[in-house]
């Protein structure tokens, strides 16, 4: 199991991290994304006030392609400081934060996910330069599917296993616009099950 970082305490709390791989690589299995997701949820699910008050604990990983090494940012459900300073992200994650308000700019009852604590981790980063363009996230191979980033999640809902399972990206509840369409707006393929199955017949 992998530690993350702490920000706050408490129903505030919200963990992060940044993991950069020591293997030149431009792509990443969907399983091995899930498998990073799922040893740091292990860690941060037994940590106190980890779950949200819906009983959710959530770890969602975003790939960024390098040939220096790929890198994955980590992230929970944004809480606390985290939420508010996410919430004020207009200019330190401005294509991030264009998607997320559907373009209105306007953070009014924004509801975040841990999908948009892994974009804005990655946003805000140094490894940001040269990617952010045109309020996308391009990667130098843009073209090639396998060359844009890649997020998952990892973790547990109210009626998810006591293990945790592969988490799908929003498509009900009260969040607008859903992590799906904030993702193709950012040009990030996210994981699907029929893309896991795939990926693992042909292997």
């Given at each position: 199991?992998?530690?993350?970082?702490?920000?706050?305490?408490?129903?505030?709390?919200?963990?992060?991290?940044?993991?950069?791989?020591?293997?030149?690589?431009?792509?990443?299995?969907?399983?091995?994304?899930?498998?990073?997701?799922?040893d740091h949820w292990q860690?941060?699910?037994?940590?106190?006030?980890?779950?949200?008050?819906?009983?959710?604990?959530?770890?969602?990983?975003?790939?960024?392609?390098?040939?220096?090494?790929?890198?994955?940012?980590?992230?929970?459900?944004?809480?606390?400081?985290?939420?508010?300073?996410?919430?004020?992200?207009?200019?330190?994650?401005?294509?991030?934060?264009?998607?997320?308000?559907?373009?209105?700019?306007?953070?009014?009852?924004?509801?975040?996910?841990?999908?948009?604590?892994?974009?804005?981790?990655?946003?805000?980063?140094?490894?940001?330069?040269?990617?952010?363009?045109?309020?996308?996230?391009?990667?130098?191979?843009?073209?090639?599917?396998?060359?844009?980033?890649?997020?998952?999640?990892w973790g547990r809902h109210?009626?998810?296993?006591?293990?945790?399972?592969?988490?799908?990206?929003?498509?009900?509840?009260?969040?607008?616009?859903?992590?799906?369409?904030?993702a193709r707006a950012l040009?990030?393929?996210?994981?699907?099950?029929?893309?896991?199955?795939?990926?693992?017949?042909?292997?």
């Amino acid at each position: 199991m992998s530690s993350m970082t702490k920000h706050d305490t408490g129903a505030n709390a919200t963990w992060t991290k940044t993991v950069v791989s020591k293997t030149d690589y431009r792509n990443i299995m969907w399983t091995d994304l899930l498998a990073i997701a799922a040893d740091h949820w292990q860690w941060v699910q037994a940590q106190p006030g980890a779950y949200t008050a819906q009983g959710s604990c959530l770890v969602a990983a975003l790939f960024l392609p390098s040939t220096k090494g790929g890198v994955i940012f980590l992230s929970t459900i944004p809480r606390g400081t985290k939420h508010t300073e996410m919430m004020n992200g207009a200019r330190t994650a401005p294509a991030w934060f264009r998607a997320t308000t559907g373009g209105t700019g306007r953070a009014t009852g924004l509801k975040l996910h841990a999908e948009d604590g892994a974009e804005f981790l990655f946003e805000t980063s140094a490894y940001a330069k040269g990617i952010v363009k045109n309020f996308q996230y391009v990667t130098p191979d843009r073209d090639n599917h396998h060359g844009q980033m890649r997020l998952a999640v990892w973790g547990r809902h109210r009626t998810s296993p006591a293990q945790g399972e592969s988490i799908a990206l929003c498509t009900a509840g009260e969040k607008q616009p859903k992590c799906p369409a904030v993702a193709r707006a950012l040009n990030v393929a996210y994981c699907e099950q029929y893309k896991v199955r795939f990926e693992e017949q042909n292997r």
